[in-house]
Each structure stands twice: as structure tokens, then as C-alpha cells.
């Protein structure tokens, strides 16, 4: 087995459990991409078992810190399990779910959803990658889903050098000669449909975003339905909408005309079915393809009112060193937002950068609201749904965070 040892006093965040050590924190040996080695402190003394990345910043993310453990594929059936079981103890009234969130699943760098029958996974990390094989097998013997489909082409990936795969990962083969005299029966679709807070949803693992959808979100989703038809909302900006699920809850609320405004033609179109298959009018929901930002410049100079406006923008701080610039351009489009509110009216607003902690994200809006020359009463801190967990150890896990506030 080969081991990495620390420099003296570096031990310190592996004893707390935490489960990263950085490359300035190592003071000798090293290991093959995704290789288990053991960590040692300067005197010798075991820390951990972890996956070894050589082109990472994060030069290795523990398996465990237990030395008695055998990383092998009995230990990746156990945590697969574990992540598993946590999540059917939840009770999530959803078969859209996370069932591996990373690190908090002792899992480092990898992803699971599972939407309905189909299983979504992103192996992010050189250690996952190592052991894909083993996890796929975990993944299908833990959930009995048979299809397994592989994202793993999140730019996250090239910090461990580690080049983009996608397609299927886990397929039951075709019967033999199909069911049409002969041709093979076609591989299962990409395309699933879900349901959520009452609503069909539909993704498509190939296509869409990260896994396909934006789980993490669920729960502020169906807040924001019940806030709509207590606060008596009618025209909602739902910014940033991706397939349109804070519109659909939207309508649900109530609400008589909803803007979706997204970057991407195909999420908007999407966001479109999702208002008709639930039964709403087509013509309640305005999609408009384009960059927030302008947008929302656009409707100010127009003399736009909304009376319930969500911002759910996509990662504006990767890490703490994009934070500054990050900050401005959060309490740019919250400034805006808070301009185009009517008085009395709900704005929800979201930041999943893990480089903005829950504090300085409400810091920020709070500069916002100065600037727009409006004070609002803060409902609810928001955060990602529990199947998004975040452990005591591990608080960098933490990203989403988000208020919901009432403009006086
Ligand atoms: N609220 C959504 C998830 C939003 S993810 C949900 O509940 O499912 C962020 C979205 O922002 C993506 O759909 C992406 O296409 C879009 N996006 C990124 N940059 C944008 C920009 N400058 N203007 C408009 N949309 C943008």
C-alpha cells in the first residue's frame, strides 16, 4: 500500500474528519489517479484512507478514517447502501431524488439521482472514477433501478484531470431478436418523466443539465406555490427557470401570468410542456430566451411590476477567490429585482456558490435592497432539500442558500 505522509501539523483538519488534503499539505509520496493510499501524520501515525488525484489541487479526499477499513468493493456497497437508506428514511413524496450527495455520503466527487426508474450519476473525482465499475454495481444492486447513465462531463472534472464521459453506464442487454420479428429493441429512452409537489415533470439525463434536473430545489419550490396564494401573486418573473418548475408553482399558486426568462432555447420549451401537461393555460406562461441581466434592465425601463420575482442564477462563485466579483453581480440582479417589485410582493432569492456562505449571500441582498431604496421583512432562510445533505464535519458541502422576503 502506498502512503502519503503530511507535513508536521497538517494532520489537524484529518483528525476532525474533514475529508480533503491539499497538495501544500503534503510532505512525501504520492500514488496513481484514483489509487488508495494510506495518510500518515509526519510521526507516522494513520489518519485516513483516501483516493490519491495527482493533477488536483485537492490531492487526496478520504474514504475513511478508520484504519481496520478495507477500501474494496464490499466498503463502496456499504456506503451506497447507507446513502440509500438515508434517503427512503426521509420519506421524500417525490421519486425524483438525490440519493449520493458527495462527501456527505462519504462518497467524494460523486453524484447519484435517481428519476423514477433511471439512476443519473456524476463521477467527479479521480477516486470514484477509479472505482466506477464497482460503484455502478453498488448503485443498481442497492435501488434495483437497471438503468444507470453516466454525466460526468462537469468542468469539475478537468481539475483532476480527468477528460468528459457520458452514456450509459448500466443497461439490461435487449432480448434477443426484440419483440418485431428480429431487430433489436431499441435501447430505454434518456427521457423521464417525475412528479413533484403534485406536479409531471419531465428531464432527459443526455440532455439536460447536470444530472437533468435541479433536485436541490424541491422544497423551496413548493414554498414558493404556497407563498404565491397566500401573498394573492398574479405576475411572477421567474428568472433563471431552467424547465420551468418555480412556474409551474407559480400557476399552481395562482398566479395568472408568469415570465420564464432563461439562456437556454431547449429548458424554456421544456418549461412550456411542463405548464400545459399540468393543466394550466398555455397562454399564462411567457418564455422569453435571453440574459437575465438585460432583461430585467429592460422591464425596469419599461416600467415593469411584478408582484413575485425568483432569481435562481447558476454558480456565479465556483470558490472564495471568485467572490468579490460574484458579489457584485449577485447584488446587481437582486438590486434590479427589488426595483421591479411591487410593494407587498414576494421575491425568493437563491445563490448556489459555495464561495458565498449563507451570511455574506444575505449581506449582499441587504446591499441590494439599499441601493433599490426598498426594505423588505425577511420570511425564511431557504436552503437545498435534505436529501442534499450537508455533515457536521463537512460544512464546504453547504452551497445553496437563499430568502425568501416580503417588500414593505
Ligand atoms: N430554477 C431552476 C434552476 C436554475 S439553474 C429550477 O428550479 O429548475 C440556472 C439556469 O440559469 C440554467 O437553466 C441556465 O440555462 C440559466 N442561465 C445561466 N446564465 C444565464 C443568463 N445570463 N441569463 C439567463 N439564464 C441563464
Known amino acids: 500500500m502506498k502512503a502519503i505522509t503530511l507535513r508536521e501539523g497538517k494532520e489537524r483538519s484529518l483528525l476532525r474528519q474533514h475529508p480533503w488534503v491539499f497538495q501544500g499539505s503534503i510532505a512525501k509520496g504520492g500514488a496513481d489517479s484514483g489509487e488508495t493510499v494510506r495518510v500518515q501524520a509526519q510521526d507516522g501515525r494513520f489518519l485516513a484512507w483516501a483516493a490519491f488525484s495527482p493533477a488536483s489541487q485537492i490531492r487526496a479526499r478520504a474514504w475513511s478514517f478508520d484504519e481496520a477499513e478495507r477500501i474494496d468493493a464490499a466498503f463502496f456497497a456499504r456506503k451506497v447502501q447507507q446513502a440509500v437508506a438515508f434517503r427512503a428514511r426521509l420519506a421524500i413524496d417525490s421519486d425524483g431524488i438525490r440519493l449520493v450527495h458527495g462527501e456527505a455520503d462519504g462518497l467524494p466527487g460523486l453524484v447519484v439521482d435517481r428519476y423514477g426508474d433511471l439512476l443519473s450519476a456524476q463521477f467527479l473525482s479521480a477516486g470514484v472514477e477509479r472505482w466506477k465499475d464497482v460503484i455502478a454495481d453498488a448503485l443498481v444492486a442497492a435501488t434495483g433501478c437497471p438503468y444507470l447513465y453516466e454525466r460526468s462531463d462537469a468542468s469539475v472534472r478537468q481539475l483532476e484531470g480527468l477528460a468528459p464521459v457520458t452514456g450509459w453506464l448500466r443497461h439490461p442487454p435487449n432480448p434477443a431478436g426484440g419483440t418485431d420479428g428480429g431487430q433489436d429493441t431499441p435501447r430505454r429512452t434518456t427521457e423521464v418523466a417525475i412528479h413533484e409537489n403534485g406536479w409531471q415533470l419531465t428531464l432527459d439525463v443526455a440532455e439536460g443539465h447536470k444530472t437533468g434536473y435541479y433536485l436541490d430545489q424541491r422544497d423551496n419550490r413548493g414554498l414558493f406555490a404556497r407563498l404565491v396564494r397566500q401573498l394573492g401573486c398574479k405576475t ?173
Open 236 to 408: 411572477v418573473l421567474n428568472c433563471y427557470s431552467y424547465t420551468g418548475g418555480f412556474s409551474v408553482a407559480a400557476l399552481e399558486g395562482g398566479a395568472t401570468e408568469v415570465t420564464s426568462v432563461d439562456s437556454s432555447g431547449p429548458a424554456l420549451a421544456r418549461a412550456q410542456a411542463h405548464v400545459v401537461m399540468n393543466g394550466y393555460e398555455a397562454s399564462a406562461h411567457i418564455t422569453l430566451d435571453a440574459d437575465v441581466n438585460g432583461s430585467l434592465r429592460q422591464f425596469l425601463k419599461e416600467g415593469r411590476r411584478f408582484d413575485a420575482i425568483v432569481l435562481d442564477p447558476p454558480k456565479f462563485a465556483p470558490s472564495a477567490a471568485h467572490a468579490d466579483r460574484a458579489s457584485r453581480a449577485y447584488k446587481d440582479i437582486n438590486r434590479l429585482a427589488f426595483m421591479l417589485l411591487n410593494p407587498g410582493g414576494l421575491l425568493l432569492t437563491f445563490s448556489c456558490s459555495g464561495g458565498i456562505n449563507a451570511d455574506l449571500f444575505h449581506k449582499i441582498v441587504a446591499g441590494a435592497g439599499m441601493d433599490a431604496g426598498v426594505d423588505g421583512y425577511l420570511l425564511r432562510r431557504l436552503e437545498a432539500t435534505s436529501d442534499h445533505p450537508t455533515t457536521v464535519n463537512f460544512p464546504e458541502g453547504e452551497y445553496l442558500k437563499g430568502l425568501a422576503i416580503v417588500r414593505k
